[in-house]
Nanobody, 123 residues
């Protein structure tokens, strides 16, 4: 599975951005797609995920109520709508694919990663 992410950029605090990720290759079963983020010197933090078959979603505590993950009309495409952005949301965001459908929402269980897209929120 290959993941192509896009949509990062520079935005002022309080603004919005939308990230996109499209998976190509053989996606089967109860897989999940989602997003993690990482800042220098820290591990990858869960942002949001969606189980493709059911649409079940989960969010990291720091983004609940501000970010929304959704499935796109195009096959195997997910979006992350980020509203009310804060400077602490600044990070490299990575699209993720979990063949187990997010049975555990942890970076170590991710099977495939996208290339990362930088989100910078200025104060």
């Amino acid at each position: 599975v290959q993941l192509q992410a896009s949509g990062g950029g520079l935005v002022q605090a309080g603004g919005s951005l939308r990230l996109s990720c499209q998976a190509s290759g053989r996606t089967v079963g109860n897989y999940g797609m989602g997003w993690f983020r990482q800042t220098p010197g820290k591990g990858r933090e869960v942002v949001a995920g969606i189980k493709w078959s059911s649409g079940w979603t989960f969010y990291g505590d720091s983004v609940k109520g501000r970010f929304t993950i959704s499935r796109g009309d195009a096959k195997n495409t997910v979006y992350l709508q980020m509203n009310g952005l804060k400077p602490e949301d600044t990070a490299v965001y990575y699209c993720a694919y979990d063949s187990a459908g997010w049975a555990r929402q942890e970076a170590r269980n991710v099977d495939f990663w996208g290339q990362g897209t930088l989100v910078t929120v200025s104060s």
